[in-house]
């Protein structure tokens, strides 16, 4: 992969949506779906060329380096999208947890009756991911 | 499932993104991702209500009962938030097909570095879906 969908013209189309695109990150093994968060076409190109998942945070408004700090990183295997070219699905090698909360998935609770269930363990300590 | 998040007070968070919140749809046997769409509370609700997906439309600015013309609707099995209760999954049995260009996943092309590659089988002739 890496800078294989740089040169590609017919990516994900950022004139949509205010240039501000759906990304969602699926292991590429065992195809949990890992988060969503989106990616901007600065994210998007670096995220080609470095082969890691960059996003683009909304809150902070700017580039955000999934794993920077934490070292869990994404490593993007495949690179996906829709059929109205605005959502992207990254096929991703996970290191560590996807998740702040230090769960491997951001889905980690179910909707149920009695209100939302954790339905995995957590892996980490987030407290040890973020010191 | 049905009516079961119908009485949860901890859904989803429809005070965030403008009450508009992004819902992914992924096959509850093989774990594919089918598509990813939008949903409002009264989408949402309605969900809950009928076990059937129901999205809002941004473009047609309604309700979206997903597969009520085509009979390709999708039964909800359950039903995951994020760690930001601002992003939906579906977990899903699709009858049909999930894509109005008549693939099963609407995420049917990887981008490479010759442009968007079909990797994926064309299940459904889309004019006889939308007659």
Redesign the interface.
């Known amino acids: 992969m890496a800078s ?2 740089k ?6 189309d950022f004139s949509k949506n205010g240039g501000l695109l ?1 990304a ?1 990150a ?1 292991d590429s093994k ?4 890992l ?2 968060a989106y990616m901007n076409e600065e994210a998007y190109r670096e995220t080609c060329e470095t082969g890691t998942a960059v996003y683009y945070s909304r809150s902070r408004e700017k580039l955000w380096r999934k794993g920077e700090e934490s070292g869990h990183v994404q490593k993007v295997k ?7 070219r605005d ?1 992207i ?1 990254l096929s991703v090698e996970q290191q560590g947890v996807a ?3 230090g ?1 491997r998935s ?11 269930r954790v ?1 995995a363990e957590r892996v980490v300590d987030p407290a040890d991911v973020y010191k």
């Open positions: 294989e969908c040169s590609s013209e017919k990516g994900p759906p969602i699926q065992t195809h949990q779906i988060m969503m495949k690179i996906y999208v829709d059929c109205d959502t699905l998740c702040h909360e769960y951001c889905f980690y609770r179910e909707v149920t009756a009695d209100g939302l339905v």
